[in-house]
Protein backbone atom coordinates (compact mmCIF):
# COMPACT_ATOMS: atom_id res chain seq x y z
CA UNK A 1 0.00 0.00 0.00
CA UNK A 2 1.97 3.26 -0.84
CA UNK A 3 1.97 5.72 0.56
CA UNK A 4 0.33 9.85 -0.39
CA UNK A 5 2.11 10.59 -3.01
CA UNK A 6 2.68 13.69 -4.15
CA UNK A 7 4.34 15.58 -7.69
CA UNK A 8 6.10 17.17 -8.68
CA UNK A 9 8.80 16.96 -5.84
CA UNK A 10 10.29 20.03 -7.12
CA UNK A 11 8.69 22.78 -8.93
CA UNK A 12 10.45 25.92 -9.94
CA UNK A 13 8.08 28.77 -11.54
CA UNK A 14 8.85 32.08 -12.59
CA UNK A 15 6.95 35.11 -11.28
CA UNK A 16 3.56 35.26 -12.82
CA UNK A 17 3.27 31.55 -13.72
CA UNK A 18 0.77 28.97 -12.77
CA UNK A 19 1.76 25.79 -10.16
CA UNK A 20 -0.37 23.09 -9.93
CA UNK A 21 0.70 20.30 -7.30
CA UNK A 22 -0.94 16.95 -6.92
CA UNK A 23 -1.67 14.59 -4.17
CA UNK A 24 -2.90 11.26 -4.66
CA UNK A 25 -4.17 9.96 -1.04
CA UNK A 26 -3.48 6.43 -0.03
CA UNK A 27 -5.76 3.62 -0.95
CA UNK A 28 -9.36 3.91 0.59
CA UNK A 29 -8.49 7.59 1.99
CA UNK A 30 -11.47 9.87 1.50
CA UNK A 31 -10.11 12.84 3.27
CA UNK A 32 -7.02 15.12 1.66
CA UNK A 33 -5.59 18.00 3.92
CA UNK A 34 -3.43 20.59 2.11
CA UNK A 35 -0.87 22.46 4.83
CA UNK A 36 1.76 24.61 3.71
CA UNK A 37 5.64 25.16 5.16
CA UNK A 38 7.47 27.85 5.09
CA UNK A 39 11.48 27.91 5.86
CA UNK A 40 11.99 27.52 9.09
CA UNK A 41 8.59 27.52 10.32
CA UNK A 42 6.07 25.19 11.64
CA UNK A 43 3.16 24.20 8.74
CA UNK A 44 -0.09 25.55 8.46
CA UNK A 45 -3.26 24.56 7.56
CA UNK A 46 -4.82 25.77 4.26
CA UNK A 47 -7.79 23.33 3.52
CA UNK A 48 -9.60 20.27 4.04
CA UNK A 49 -11.39 18.07 0.83
CA UNK A 50 -12.87 15.18 0.79
CA UNK A 51 -14.05 14.01 -3.10
CA UNK A 52 -15.72 17.02 -4.77
CA UNK A 53 -16.11 18.61 -1.72
CA UNK A 54 -14.25 21.54 0.07
CA UNK A 55 -15.07 21.12 3.53
CA UNK A 56 -12.44 23.52 5.55
CA UNK A 57 -10.81 26.50 3.04
CA UNK A 58 -10.25 28.93 6.05
CA UNK A 59 -6.38 28.89 5.82
CA UNK A 60 -6.32 29.60 2.24
CA UNK A 61 -5.49 32.69 1.01
CA UNK A 62 -8.27 34.36 -0.63
CA UNK A 63 -6.46 35.23 -4.06
CA UNK A 64 -4.91 33.24 -6.27
CA UNK A 65 -5.14 29.79 -4.61
CA UNK A 66 -7.43 27.36 -5.30
CA UNK A 67 -8.29 23.47 -4.24
CA UNK A 68 -10.13 20.82 -5.88
CA UNK A 69 -10.13 16.68 -5.55
CA UNK A 70 -12.42 15.20 -8.07
CA UNK A 71 -14.33 11.87 -7.83
CA UNK A 72 -11.33 10.32 -10.07
CA UNK A 73 -7.87 11.52 -10.04
CA UNK A 74 -5.54 13.12 -7.38
CA UNK A 75 -6.56 16.31 -5.45
CA UNK A 76 -5.17 19.20 -6.96
CA UNK A 77 -3.71 22.74 -5.34
CA UNK A 78 -3.63 25.45 -7.54
CA UNK A 79 -1.76 28.96 -7.62
CA UNK A 80 -2.34 31.29 -10.02
CA UNK A 81 0.07 34.03 -10.70
CA UNK A 82 2.83 33.20 -8.51
CA UNK A 83 5.13 36.06 -6.32
CA UNK A 84 8.29 35.24 -4.50
CA UNK A 85 6.18 35.00 -1.11
CA UNK A 86 4.72 31.20 -2.22
CA UNK A 87 8.34 29.65 -2.25
CA UNK A 88 7.26 26.90 0.17
CA UNK A 89 6.74 23.54 0.72
CA UNK A 90 3.56 22.33 0.44
CA UNK A 91 2.46 19.36 2.01
CA UNK A 92 -0.60 16.69 1.86
CA UNK A 93 -1.97 14.31 4.28
CA UNK A 94 -4.91 11.82 3.85
CA UNK A 95 -6.73 9.94 6.03
CA UNK A 96 -9.83 7.14 5.93
CA UNK A 97 -12.62 8.87 8.22
CA UNK A 98 -12.92 11.62 10.19
CA UNK A 99 -10.87 11.83 13.52
CA UNK A 100 -8.17 9.10 12.28
CA UNK A 101 -4.45 9.96 12.13
CA UNK A 102 -3.39 11.38 8.94
CA UNK A 103 -0.73 10.59 6.67
CA UNK A 104 1.40 13.05 5.35
CA UNK A 105 3.57 12.64 1.43
CA UNK A 106 6.92 13.93 1.24
CA UNK A 107 6.11 17.67 -0.19
CA UNK A 108 5.99 19.62 -3.41
CA UNK A 109 9.19 22.37 -2.78
CA UNK A 110 7.89 24.95 -4.80
CA UNK A 111 10.54 27.90 -5.81
CA UNK A 112 9.49 31.14 -7.16
CA UNK A 113 12.02 33.22 -9.12
CA UNK B 1 -5.72 31.27 20.79
CA UNK B 2 -5.22 29.23 18.01
CA UNK B 3 -1.54 29.19 18.80
CA UNK B 4 0.89 26.53 20.11
CA UNK B 5 4.12 27.89 20.81
CA UNK B 6 7.21 25.86 20.90
CA UNK B 7 10.33 25.88 22.84
CA UNK B 8 13.29 25.93 22.24
CA UNK B 9 13.99 26.60 18.89
CA UNK B 10 16.73 24.34 18.89
CA UNK B 11 18.39 22.04 20.82
CA UNK B 12 21.67 20.16 21.18
CA UNK B 13 22.07 16.74 23.57
CA UNK B 14 24.92 14.77 23.85
CA UNK B 15 24.23 10.46 22.75
CA UNK B 16 22.25 8.88 25.60
CA UNK B 17 21.22 11.83 27.16
CA UNK B 18 17.42 13.19 27.14
CA UNK B 19 16.33 15.60 25.05
CA UNK B 20 13.05 17.82 26.39
CA UNK B 21 11.18 19.72 24.30
CA UNK B 22 8.10 21.93 25.05
CA UNK B 23 5.15 23.05 24.16
CA UNK B 24 1.88 25.33 25.09
CA UNK B 25 -1.14 26.31 24.22
CA UNK B 26 -4.45 28.61 25.12
CA UNK B 27 -7.57 26.68 23.14
CA UNK B 28 -9.09 24.58 25.78
CA UNK B 29 -10.86 22.92 22.97
CA UNK B 30 -8.22 21.06 21.53
CA UNK B 31 -8.43 17.55 21.78
CA UNK B 32 -5.36 15.10 20.48
CA UNK B 33 -2.07 16.80 20.90
CA UNK B 34 1.02 14.57 18.22
CA UNK B 35 4.12 14.84 18.08
CA UNK B 36 5.99 14.42 14.42
CA UNK B 37 9.60 14.25 13.80
CA UNK B 38 10.52 15.25 9.94
CA UNK B 39 14.11 14.52 8.73
CA UNK B 40 15.12 16.86 5.91
CA UNK B 41 13.83 16.72 2.58
CA UNK B 42 10.62 14.15 3.97
CA UNK B 43 7.37 14.85 5.32
CA UNK B 44 6.52 14.76 8.90
CA UNK B 45 5.77 11.49 10.53
CA UNK B 46 3.38 11.13 13.46
CA UNK B 47 5.77 10.21 16.57
CA UNK B 48 3.45 9.99 19.34
CA UNK B 49 0.05 11.14 20.32
CA UNK B 50 -1.93 12.03 23.92
CA UNK B 51 -5.04 13.21 24.71
CA UNK B 52 -6.14 15.59 27.36
CA UNK B 53 -7.55 13.59 29.91
CA UNK B 54 -4.18 10.83 30.51
CA UNK B 55 -0.95 12.87 31.96
CA UNK B 56 2.04 10.68 30.56
CA UNK B 57 2.03 8.38 27.60
CA UNK B 58 5.19 6.60 26.65
CA UNK B 59 6.21 4.61 23.94
CA UNK B 60 9.52 3.22 24.22
CA UNK B 61 12.06 6.22 24.49
CA UNK B 62 9.59 8.51 23.67
CA UNK B 63 7.20 10.02 26.33
CA UNK B 64 4.68 13.02 26.50
CA UNK B 65 3.87 14.41 29.85
CA UNK B 66 1.13 16.60 29.92
CA UNK B 67 -0.46 19.18 32.51
CA UNK B 68 -3.66 20.00 31.57
CA UNK B 69 -3.84 22.84 34.57
CA UNK B 70 -1.43 24.36 32.69
CA UNK B 71 -2.29 24.07 29.28
CA UNK B 72 1.61 22.47 28.73
CA UNK B 73 3.01 19.31 27.23
CA UNK B 74 6.24 17.89 26.49
CA UNK B 75 8.45 15.59 24.82
CA UNK B 76 10.83 13.74 26.28
CA UNK B 77 13.35 11.28 24.53
CA UNK B 78 15.64 9.02 26.64
CA UNK B 79 18.89 7.61 25.71
CA UNK B 80 18.97 10.03 22.50
CA UNK B 81 20.71 8.88 19.64
CA UNK B 82 22.51 10.72 17.00
CA UNK B 83 19.46 9.34 14.63
CA UNK B 84 17.14 11.32 16.59
CA UNK B 85 18.48 14.12 14.85
CA UNK B 86 15.55 15.76 13.10
CA UNK B 87 13.31 18.64 13.33
CA UNK B 88 10.01 17.96 15.83
CA UNK B 89 6.71 19.63 15.80
CA UNK B 90 3.69 19.80 18.33
CA UNK B 91 0.30 19.78 17.32
CA UNK B 92 -2.74 20.25 18.25
CA UNK B 93 -6.42 19.45 16.82
CA UNK B 94 -9.96 20.99 18.00
CA UNK B 95 -12.40 18.29 18.61
CA UNK B 96 -14.14 18.76 15.29
CA UNK B 97 -12.90 15.03 13.99
CA UNK B 98 -10.76 16.20 10.97
CA UNK B 99 -7.18 16.07 11.27
CA UNK B 100 -6.76 20.34 11.44
CA UNK B 101 -3.96 20.77 12.84
CA UNK B 102 -2.11 23.40 14.23
CA UNK B 103 1.28 22.91 14.49
CA UNK B 104 4.51 24.61 17.15
CA UNK B 105 7.24 26.35 14.99
CA UNK B 106 9.29 23.27 15.62
CA UNK B 107 12.70 22.82 17.67
CA UNK B 108 15.80 21.28 15.57
CA UNK B 109 17.31 18.48 17.73
CA UNK B 110 21.16 17.21 17.14
CA UNK B 111 22.11 14.59 18.62
CA UNK B 112 26.42 14.59 19.39
CA UNK B 113 27.77 11.50 18.99
Known amino acids: NAGVMQNPRHLVRRRGQEARLRCSPM?????VYWYRQLPEEGLKFMVY????????ESGMPKERFSAEFPKEGPSILRIQQVVRGDSAAYFC???????????FGQGTRLTVV | QQQVKQSPQSLIVQKGGISIINCAYE??????FPWYQQFPGKGPALLIA?????SEKKEGRFTISFNKSAKQFSLHIMDSQPGDSATYFCAARTGQGAQKLVFGQGTRLTINP
Open chain 1, 27 to 31: KGHSH
Open chain 2, 50 to 54: IRPDV
Open chain 1, 49 to 56: LQKENIID
Open chain 1, 93 to 103: ASSPIQGEYAF
Open chain 2, 27 to 32: NTAFDY
